[in-house]
């Protein structure tokens, strides 16, 4: 506040008023953060703490907890799903990348191109988003029925054999990330053509005046001018994807043969159904350092960049 | 802030070279529009050769979206129509053979999607209250009251986005159940949505960020005139803030009700499920039509929604990412 807009009468007695003022400034500030302190406190600050404390306790909540180091962990090491887990995990992300990665730009660049229908295809391709993802699962578990599933029966039309999909350790996981790119992927699309819309138009004049391609201009032109947030989206996706947990969920319950069980939903069995609560922690410790190095990233990237 | 402002689909402006009048087309058929200029030069674009490219790839990607977008849907909305014995049939109908919403009426019965409606609602209409009214206030102080330590909560606040709440669901659960100090069991009550949405990190910052961007005379004027903080917010803040407060309501909204897992574990009581729980619950029970109808019918409202807001939506849903 300049002092140009303190009213005459308060100038004259400056120091106290200040003081006061600041004071009742910061009552009046805290009066309005408190919900929200209080929410944040109870629903997001404690649990992280407590994710840690419980990974290293036993806890049954009769008897006060113990501290019983890395025993959970131990625990957690030496289930035969735990590999398993991880590597699906990994898998699903490294697949639902190269699905939900590189369609939807591709997808964005073509989008870019068209003069007709942009209304139209901007709103079908972000249709799946808004389902709620429970109506996306159980539509395609319908579909993925070998008997009487949608997906078969288009195959069976053009003669070629039926697929077991989920009920085959081969086809399992790769059928889970169809699911996740087709609920998901109206949401990188619509980004990316926000972020193409902002390439200026001068550049690619000047490109096609030396004499580039199509294909060279996409190169050296809209991969670069997309670069930042194609990283940003790399990172939040990587973030996103290695959550999966609805789809095995609903769809596998992490079968068969451990080949779709992934490490929240592993997480979500200890804790409820194998009664084990502190391993559940210890598990999900693991993953929120995982994931933690790359929200870093992302946070640092999207802060050196913005406003 | 001018990237929430401005819808998504608003064209780039146009450079002043392109602006020919005779290039621009009155009837969309004949030449193809050429105003926004893309990596496709547009002399080629109009050139016969380039005219049949574009069209054909308009075509195709037409008919493989709505292949693979809307006749999902379609197949939803019929399959809910056929009989068990139709489903089953081979090949498969692509019209039902009777029409009859005999699914829709068994599903909204056995599966009680009143009630799960009901609940829902509730769950989506008490958090966005919640979110408004804290996340608002929390932001306006932080923004514009610039409190002592303003910083530091609201970095620790910001530090919330780092950890997907998935990860920390089970020491949330745990809070959920018996609340520190207060030793309160929130588990199956409408607050254990309610709390901890409103504990939303990116709420804040997109709040923030934009009250940031009012400029400090207008609140000066309102305040040399005597208005309080709360009057300033509530007479000030809040009326210019309206695109803004329609992103975060509609983000908030549209995640409650879509959310699955933190009902999943906090409302477990089959009468307070909210509708995809109560359908994933019931869904092995149920044949496959009245299953499908119900699939249908959860999620009317979210499609509905976006038919309003889709542009508030898709606003919402570059806010965050980054200006370039």
Known sequence: ?307 | MSAILQPVGTPPPVSPRQEQPGRESRRPRKPINTQFRTAVSPHQLNTTHGRIIYWTVLVVVVVSFTAAFVFPLYWMITGAMKSTEELNSIPPTFLPKHFSLDGYVQAWDLLELGKLLGNTALYAGGAWLLTIAFDVSAAYALSKLRPVLGKVVLALMLSTLMIPPLVIMLPAYLTVKDVPFFHWDLLNTPWAIWLPAAANGFNVFLLKRFFDSIPRELLEAAEIDGASPGRVLWSVVIPISRPILGVVSILTVVNVWRDFVWPLLVLPDSDKMSISIGIASLSSQMPQNVLVASLVIASIPTIVVFFIFQRHIMAGLTAGSLKG
């Open chain 1, 1 to 307: 506040m300049t002092t140009a807009s303190i009213p005459v009468a308060n100038r004259r007695r400056r120091q106290p008023t200040k003081l006061r003022r600041a004071v009742r400034r910061n009552l009046t500030a805290y009066g309005f953060l408190c919900g929200a302190l209080i929410c944040f406190a109870f629903f997001s600050w404690y649990p992280m703490v407590r994710q840690v404390i419980l990974s290293f306790q036993k806890t049954n909540f009769v008897d006060a907890p113990e501290w019983v180091g890395l025993k959970n962990f131990r625990t957690v090491f030496s289930d035969p799903a735990f590999a398993p887990a991880w590597i699906n995990t990994a898998m699903f992300t490294l697949l639902a990348l190269l699905c939900g990665y590189a369609i939807p730009f591709v997808t964005a660049i073509v989008l870019n191109e068209l003069r007709h229908a942009r209304a139209y295809l901007r709103f079908v391709v972000y249709l799946p988003v808004m389902l709620p993802p429970a109506v996306g699962v159980l539509l395609f578990q319908w579909f993925y029925n070998p008997d009487y599933g949608l997906f078969n029966q288009i195959l069976s039309f053009f003669h070629l054999p039926g697929l077991q999909w989920l009920n085959s350790t081969s086809t399992a996981l790769i059928s889970l990330v169809i699911v996740s790119t087709w609920m998901n992927m109206g949401s990188g699309t619509l980004i990316y053509l926000a972020a193409l819309q902002t390439i200026p138009s001068e550049l690619y004049e000047a490109a096609e005046l030396d004499g580039a391609g199509l294909f060279k201009r996409i190169r050296h032109i809209t991969i670069p001018q997309t670069k930042l947030i194609l990283l940003v989206m790399l990172l939040l996706q990587i973030v996103a994807t290695m959550q999966v947990f609805i789809e095995p969920y609903l769809l596998t319950g992490g079968g068969p043969e451990n080949s779709t069980v992934t490490v929240v939903y592993l997480m979500y069995q200890y804790a409820f159904n194998f009664g084990s609560l502190n391993a559940g922690n210890a598990l999900g410790l693991m993953l929120m350092l995982v994931l933690m190095v790359f929200s870093a990233i992302y946070l640092r990237i999207s802060r050196d960049n913005t406003v």
